[in-house]
Structure formats: structure tokens, C-alpha cells
């Protein structure tokens, strides 16, 4: 009986007939809410379907937050949920030989991008940290994560998302220290003015003491010269591919920003 069930959630999923594939991996007009009156789906199926798609982002970072977004429901899926798994499915269909681009003449340089969205999980609204480092201008490492900590404010999901990609960062400077580069002071871009204030200022203001201490050693590395914050615009922030879901446009320009090209 449950082989049966199955077997007609796959026909459901990979139907005989041509689908249309999707310019996006998110659908806007849909947002994932938990969706309690809608009818359930085979969590086997569901599970299988999101191990397939979270071993493929380890080369397509385009598709890792919507697949991170959908992996929050594998507890007890819903129908609404499954399409949200087939319209990724479908955006991979259309873009099948999308992929990073590593160009040999890209100057040796250690460089991140860090970004949130503030608030942005629907379940318990608790902010998306998003962050990628590259190499010149090769994308070496991306991060998309759900906050354990609900920020209440934009500034304090910032400052704990570039906490976070710092400590990417020093893991990558110690990693390649190995093979003789030196990448220290390397340059992390972030569009909000307030979490660089509070990164460059070693005084503890009462309007930070809520913010948990383990963040707070991006201080110590920015006084020690391992990193240093600079201020992006919001529009050239390509972290911001890795926080929230957008339209085909802004979506394509982020793609390619990062490095991924379809030859």
C-alpha cells in the first residue's frame, strides 16, 4: 500500500507529459507557510526529493535558499510544499548546464559579501544569515542558515550574519596559509552602516548587550587587522542571492554576479 502511494506521488512529480520549467527557483506570489488545512504528502518521498537537491548545492548555489526553504517543512509536508519542490525541479530542468565559471586570469584575492533578511522565516520569524567568499572572482564557499536567535532589529541580524562569514573567512585564511598565501585584513562587504559602526567601536554600548557574546569576536578580529568591513550597496550585494527569493530579473543578475554562466 505504501509503495502504491508513492508511485503515484513520482507520476504526480514526473509526469509523462512535457513540464514548462520555472525562470526562478522560488515562486513569490507563494510564499511557504506551514499550511495546516492543506492535504499531506509522503514524507519519504519529500525527504528523498530535498537529499537530492541539498547534495546538488554543494556546485548550484543559485538554488540554496529556496532548498533550504523547503527543507524547514520536512517534519509533516504539505501539497504546497511539494510544489514548491517541483518548481526548483523545474528551474533545473530549464537551466541544466548552469554552473560556476572559474576563470584562470582572476587575480589571487580573498574577498566577502554578507548579507540578511531580517525576519524572513515565516515559521518563527527568525532572520537568514547569507554569506559567500571568493577568491578573486571565483566563488569559492557559500552560506545560507536560519538564525538561532530572533533579531529584533535589522542591525542586529547583520551584525550576527557577519560574525558569521567571518568565521568563514578565518577558516579559509588558516586553509590556504597551508599552501603559502598570506589573506590577512581581507575585505568583507556588507550594506548596513550600523553593523559597521558597532564592529569598529570596541566600547560595549547598552543598545548591543542583547546580542549574544559568542558574535561578538568579529571585534576582536577587526582590531587585529584579520578582517576589515566595508559598506556596499544594497543592489551589489550578491549575498543577497543566499537570504530571500526574488524576480527573474534581479535573480539572473545575481547568478551571474557570483560567476555562473550557461555555455
Given at each position: 500500500?505504501?509503495e502504491n502511494?508513492?508511485?503515484r ?8 507529459e512535457p513540464?514548462?520549467?520555472?525562470s526562478?527557483?522560488?515562486?513569490l506570489?507563494r510564499?511557504?507557510v506551514k ?22 548545492t ?9 532548498v ?13 510544499h511539494?510544489?514548491?519542490v517541483?518548481?526548483?525541479?523545474r ?21 566577502a ?29 557559500w ?7 530572533v533579531?529584533?532589529?535589522?542591525t542586529?541580524?547583520?551584525?550576527v550574519?557577519a560574525?558569521n ?6 577558516w579559509?585564511?588558516?586553509?590556504l ?9 581581507t ?8 553593523t559597521?559602526c ?5 566600547v ?6 542583547h ?8 571585534r576582536d578580529?577587526?582590531?587585529?587587522k ?16 543566499l ?21
Amino acid at each position: 500500500m505504501k509503495e502504491n502511494a508513492v508511485s503515484r506521488e513520482k507520476g504526480k512529480l514526473f509526469p509523462k507529459e512535457p513540464t514548462k520549467s520555472a525562470s526562478t527557483p522560488t515562486d513569490l506570489e507563494r510564499p511557504l507557510v506551514k499550511d495546516s488545512d492543506a492535504d499531506d504528502v509522503d514524507e519519504h518521498l519529500y525527504r528523498s526529493m530535498i537529499g537530492s537537491l541539498m547534495y546538488l548545492t554543494a556546485s548550484r548555489p543559485d538554488i540554496m535558499f529556496a532548498v533550504c526553504a523547503c527543507a524547514r517543512f520536512q517534519v509533516s509536508p504539505k501539497t504546497s510544499h511539494l510544489l514548491a519542490v517541483k518548481r526548483i525541479f523545474r528551474y533545473l530542468k530549464g537551466k541544466p548546464s548552469l554552473g560556476l565559471w572559474y576563470s584562470k586570469d582572476s587575480p589571487l584575492e580573498l574577498v566577502a559579501y554578507t548579507d540578511s533578511d531580517y525576519a524572513g522565516a515565516t515559521l518563527d520569524r527568525k532572520s537568514t544569515t547569507g554569506g559567500c567568499q571568493f577568491l578573486g572572482n571565483r566563488l569559492i564557499s557559500w552560506q545560507c542558515k536560519k538564525q538561532t536567535v530572533v533579531a529584533t532589529s535589522t542591525t542586529e541580524a547583520e551584525y550576527v550574519a557577519a560574525a558569521n562569514c567571518c568565521g568563514q573567512v578565518l577558516w579559509i585564511q588558516n586553509q590556504l596559509l597551508d599552501y603559502g598565501y598570506n589573506f590577512m585584513s581581507t575585505i568583507i562587504y556588507i550594506d548596513n552602516t550600523s553593523t559597521i559602526c558597532i564592529i569598529e567601536n570596541p566600547v560595549q554600548h547598552s543598545k548591543t548587550k542583547h546580542i549574544e557574546i559568542r558574535h561578538h569576536f568579529i571585534r576582536d578580529c577587526n582590531t587585529k587587522k584579520l578582517i576589515q568591513m566595508a559598506k556596499i550597496d544594497t543592489q551589489l550585494n550578491v549575498a543577497d542571492l543566499l537570504t530571500k527569493g526574488f524576480d527573474a530579473g534581479r535573480f539572473q543578475y545575481l547568478v551571474s554576479s557570483i560567476g555562473m554562466l550557461n555555455p
